[in-house]
């Protein structure tokens, strides 16, 4: 019988978290490189959240004492992925996304299955995080509409997580 706290827990948790801030670099970097500003504006909110979530998941991960790799070797690695991305059009970028992402949210929500209850609600964040980015890169690969409206939702929903990084 596997408890809550199974290493395998802290394991997929701390992977979790380590792959907020690879994904912050990531969006980070096909920002930057960017030529459209209504892409480039897009991108910079990828990843604005991925640091806020990053950043709602930090005290989890003290308070468990897990040690997560150095950030600047994520950073490294989430810019060295997104070479793949780019010179993709909007739209092929949008669907890549949606299918790269689809595996994380079924990871996070078996995730949230096995969560102690004091780490439910910041796992549940982690889940309807990653269902919003799905939506956001469906609404803008499969309808070719403006997605962000499942980004801003996700934004307000969580605002109190968040804090200062809203500013």
Same mark, same amino acid.
């Given at each position: 019988?596997?408890?809550?706290? #199974?290493?395998?827990?802290?394991?997929?948790?701390?992977?979790?978290?380590?792959?907020? %801030?690879?994904?912050?670099?990531?969006?980070?970097? /096909?920002?930057?490189?960017?030529?459209?500003?209504?892409? *480039?504006?897009?991108?910079?909110?990828?990843?604005? %959240?991925? *640091?806020?979530?990053?950043?709602?998941?930090?005290?989890? =991960?003290?308070?468990?004492?897990?040690?997560?790799?150095?950030?600047?070797?994520?950073?490294?690695?989430?810019?060295?992925?997104? %070479? $793949?991305?780019?010179?993709? #059009?909007?739209?092929?970028?949008? =669907?890549? /996304?949606?299918?790269?992402?689809?595996?994380?949210?079924?990871?996070?929500?078996?995730?949230?299955?096995?969560?102690?209850?004091? #780490?439910?609600?910041?796992?549940?964040?982690?889940? $309807?995080?990653?269902?919003?980015? %799905?939506?956001?890169? *469906?609404?803008?690969?499969?309808?070719?509409? $403006?997605?962000? =409206?499942?980004? $801003?939702?996700?934004? *307000?929903?969580?605002?109190?997580?968040?804090? #200062?990084?809203?500013?």
């Amino acid at each position: 019988m596997h408890s809550s706290q #199974d290493p395998s827990y802290e394991d997929r948790l701390l992977s979790a978290y380590e792959g907020e %801030i690879l994904g912050e670099a990531f969006f980070a970097t /096909l920002a930057h490189e960017a030529e459209a500003d209504q892409t *480039r504006t897009k991108l910079q909110h990828l990843a604005a %959240i991925e *640091r806020m979530v990053a950043g709602a998941l930090s005290p989890v =991960i003290a308070r468990r004492s897990l040690e997560p790799k150095r950030k600047e070797e994520l950073a490294a690695q989430g810019r060295k992925e997104a %070479i $793949d991305y780019l010179g993709l #059009d909007w739209t092929e970028f949008a =669907i890549k /996304l949606r299918d790269l992402l689809l595996p994380f949210l079924a990871e996070f929500e078996g995730l949230l299955a096995d969560a102690p209850s004091a #780490d439910e609600p910041l796992v549940q964040l982690l889940v $309807d995080h990653e269902a919003a980015l %799905i939506a956001f890169a *469906r609404t803008e690969g499969e309808d070719e509409r $403006d997605g962000s =409206i499942h980004l $801003d939702e996700f934004v *307000r929903r969580y605002s109190g997580y968040f804090g #200062d990084a809203l500013s």
